[in-house]
């Protein structure tokens, strides 16, 4: 059945460095996949989304990278600062026209923490 | 103003009762949903409405219902609320763009903390 889901479930970094959250998922047919942030007390906010007909993504110092082979996706955030620490999800939907479309399923989240 | 509001902010009630959770948006989407999370967990689907007259039943629907009452209204119940229960709930919502480069990004309200006693 669809999943998604997550390989580290807490992340934790420097204010400065690079960060990368990985994600998994199972359901090949999924055409569509969005990375949210959430932070404490706060509903999820989009960061950045990608089509399954696209391997990478660049938005303001965030990377979606798309490996369809693996079923993998990761956000990589480029000089990660205090205010990046959140709960970050991956979410997937379905193929377009199929029952699913529309929908989103989510990870489990990791939990980013920058340090000063 | 926010998009997406969500009344009441926090509850606490007790097993048995009847409770309503309450959504609105002024984005004006033909989509709304309902997603419960609990901690250490993702969202998880509870129902979901893709206009005033489509109600679909997610992945934990036992135990909830919902009313589209309006596009911009969507209530979620739980008629004999449990302690298992006690969660986050978030409304969100969507637009409609059919074809396949359609985006489904959903906006979420600031949820609402329950606590079934």
């Known amino acids: 059945g669809e999943s998604v889901g997550l390989h580290l479930p807490t992340l934790s970094v420097q204010e400065g460095d690079n960060s990368i959250i990985n994600c998994a998922y199972s359901?090949?047919?999924?055409?569509?996949f969005i990375w949210y942030k959430q932070e404490s007390g706060k509903g999820p906010q989009f960061i950045i989304d990608i089509r399954s007909n696209m391997d990478k993504r660049q938005g303001q110092r965030v990377t979606v990278l798309l490996n369809k082979t693996v079923k993998h996706l990761s956000l990589q955030i480029a000089a990660t600062q205090p205010g990046d620490s959140a709960v970050y999800f991956c979410?997937?939907?379905?193929?377009?026209?199929?029952?699913?479309?529309?929908?989103?399923?989510f990870g489990q989240g990791t939990i980013l923490t920058v340090h000063p | 103003d926010a998009d997406v509001t969500q009344t009441p902010r926090n509850r606490i009630t007790k097993t048995g009762k009847r409770i309503m959770l309450e959504c609105s948006q002024t984005?004006?989407?033909?989509?709304m949903y309902w997603y419960r999370q609990d901690p250490g967990l993702g969202l998880q689907l509870i129902y979901y409405s893709f206009d005033v007259k489509d109600i679909n039943k997610g992945e934990i629907s036992d135990g909830y219902s919902v009313s589209r009452q309006a596009q911009a209204k969507f209530s979620l119940s739980l008629e004999s609320a449990i302690p298992n229960q006690t969660a986050l709930y978030f409304c969100a919502t969507s637009d409609h763009m059919p074809g396949t480069g359609a985006k489904n990004e959903q906006f979420f309200g600031p949820g609402t903390r329950l606590t079934v006693l």
């Open positions: 359901n090949s047919a999924s055409d569509y």
């Open positions: 984005k004006g989407h033909d989509r």
């Open positions: 979410a997937e939907a379905g193929d377009a026209g199929g029952t699913s479309y529309g929908k989103l399923t």
